[in-house]
T-cell receptor, first 114, second 117 residues
Framework: ETGVTQTPRHLVMGMTNKKSLKCEQH?????MYWYKQSAKKPLELMFV???????ENNSVPSRFSPECPNSSHLFLHLHTLQPEDSALYLC?????????????FGPGTRLTVL | QQQVKQSPQSLIVQKGGISIINCAYE??????FPWYQQFPGKGPALLIA?????SEKKEGRFTISFNKSAKQFSLHIMDSQPGDSATYFC????????????????FGKGTLLTVNP
C-alpha cells in the first residue's frame, strides 16, 4: 500500500445528490492533491493544498468543493454533478510542493453520475 | 493543447520481449520526466524518473532513454513479464528555476501494456 487511503472506493450518485470523497495519508506529508482520471485522457490536476492552504484550483467547476482540515485529510464535496463528471478521482500526497518530491497516489474513488 | 504526447495507446508483447513506450513534449521548460505504472484498481505509482542532464537511466529491467534535442523520451522494459501488464504514464514537470508551479505534472494519455505468457 502507498500510505494514501481513499473512501469510498465506488460511488454512484444522481445528479441532485450531495456526496463527499475522503482521502487520508499516513506519510507525514504536507501537500495533498485531487486528480481526475478519465478514460483515454491525461490525468487532470484539480486542486492542490499545502499545509492546509489551497494553492491551486485548476479551473474546476464550483460543483466540486475541496476541503483540507489538516495535512493528513482531504475531502472533495460533490453536488449537482453531471454525467460527464463520472471518472476515477485520485488523491495524492507529497512531502512538499517541489519538483522532486514524489507524489504518492491513493487507489481512487470510481464515481458514476446517473 | 496536449503538452506530452504518448504512444502507442496499447501494446501487446510476448513474455521475454522488449516493451517500448514513447513520449514527446513541446515545452522546453520541462526538466523532470517521471514514468508512472498503474495496475487495475490501484493508483499510479512512480516507476522511474530522469533529469535531462543524462541521456539514459536504468533501474533493473526498466530504462528511460532521453533525447533533449528531439524533445523525446522513452521507456524500455527488457525481458517483459506478465506481471508488468499495466498502464504506463509518462509525465513532465518544469525545472526548479523555471518559475511557476514546478511540482505540477503534465501527463501523457497512457499506454496499456499486455504481456502474454
Amino acid at each position: 500500500e502507498t500510505g494514501v487511503t481513499q473512501t469510498p472506493r465506488h460511488l454512484v450518485m444522481g445528479m441532485t445528490n450531495k456526496k463527499s470523497l475522503k482521502c487520508e495519508q499516513h506519510l507525514g506529508h504536507n501537500a495533498m492533491y485531487w486528480y481526475k482520471q478519465s478514460a483515454k485522457k491525461p490525468l487532470e490536476l484539480m486542486f492542490v493544498y499545502n499545509f492546509k492552504e489551497q494553492t491551486e484550483n485548476n479551473s474546476v467547476p464550483s460543483r466540486f468543493s475541496p476541503e483540507c482540515p489538516n495535512s493528513s485529510h482531504l475531502f472533495l464535496h460533490l453536488h449537482t454533478l453531471q454525467p460527464e463528471d463520472s471518472a476515477l478521482y485520485l488523491c495524492a500526497s507529497s512531502l512538499g510542493l517541489y519538483i522532486y518530491n514524489e507524489q504518492f497516489f491513493g487507489p481512487g474513488t470510481r464515481l458514476t453520475v446517473l | 493543447q496536449q503538452q506530452v504526447k504518448q504512444s502507442p495507446q496499447s501494446l501487446i508483447v510476448q513474455k521475454g520481449g522488449i516493451s517500448i513506450i514513447n513520449c514527446a513534449y513541446e515545452n522546453t521548460a520541462f526538466d523532470y520526466f517521471p514514468w508512472y505504472q498503474q495496475f487495475p484498481g490501484k493508483g499510479p505509482a512512480l516507476l522511474i524518473a530522469i533529469r535531462p542532464d543524462v541521456s539514459e537511466k536504468k533501474e533493473g529491467r526498466f530504462t528511460i532513454s532521453f533525447n533533449k534535442s528531439a524533445k523525446q523520451f522513452s521507456l524500455h522494459i527488457m525481458d517483459s513479464q506478465p506481471g508488468d501488464s499495466a498502464t504506463y504514464f509518462c509525465a513532465a514537470s518544469k525545472g526548479p528555476n523555471s518559475g511557476g508551479s514546478n511540482y505540477k505534472l503534465t501527463f501523457g494519455k497512457g499506454t496499456l501494456l499486455t504481456v502474454n505468457p
